[in-house]
């Protein structure tokens, strides 16, 4: 959760909760995420502050009120449904959070999940992409045979075939062919040069 869902869940206005709760909660609750500049807190330690409760569940109140608790899921213990940042997905691979982000767009790793103004992979989908190797893991592109892969049939263009007539009778210019045809420059210059070679 960031800090404005846990306002939300208070009822309160995200400034009125940080000026009223704000800093008792931070020094009680760690950040999932230590060093991001969005600040994530574990769902269920988030609400077992709220609801006046201790941490661990069962703990009581002999615990320190001012130390602050464990995180709710030890260093080392991971979860396939974890969600990773670019960075966090990077180390996975061992490569590049840019890297990652390029891997998204070209569908060589999956799309991931925009939270918080941000994309996020399932720890599961970050080590499927590395433990295939150089496979492709279920990408959306195109695979080897997909007909779509062939180049593109050449089409004829009836100008070519028309300048090429016209500048039997007369030299025509790039310009006397952006003025007839209605075409940029470098599209007539195309044309004349595809003429020149079809004559």
């Known amino acids: ?69 464990p995180t709710a899921v030890p260093p080392g213990t991971e979860h396939p449904e974890d969600l990773l940042t670019d960075k966090e997905t990077a180390v996975v691979l061992g490569i590049r959070d840019a890297t990652v982000r390029a891997y998204a767009t070209t569908g060589y790793l999956p799309a991931g999940t925009e939270r918080h103004g941000r994309t996020w992979w399932p720890r599961r989908t970050a080590e499927a992409r590395r433990d295939a190797g150089d496979e492709h893991h279920r990408t959306p592109g195109r695979k080897p045979g997909d007909p779509r892969n062939r180049a593109p049939r050449p089409r004829h263009d009836p100008r070519i075939a028309e300048i090429a007539e016209l500048t039997t009778q007369a030299p025509l210019t790039t310009a006397d062919v952006v003025r007839r045809y209605g075409v940029g420059e470098r599209t007539a210059q195309r044309l004349l040069a595809a003429a020149r070679s079809d004559s």
């Not at 208070?10 to 009223?20: E, F, I």
């Open 1 to 69: 959760m960031t800090e404005d869902d846990i306002a939300t869940a208070t009822g309160l206005p995200l400034h009125t909760w940080c000026r009223r709760h704000g800093s008792a909660f931070r020094a009680r609750v760690p950040v999932v995420n230590p060093g991001e500049r969005l600040r994530l807190y574990d769902e269920e330690q988030a609400r077992a502050f709220m609801s006046g409760k201790h941490w661990p569940t069962g703990a009581t109140a002999e615990t320190d009120d001012d130390e602050q608790w």
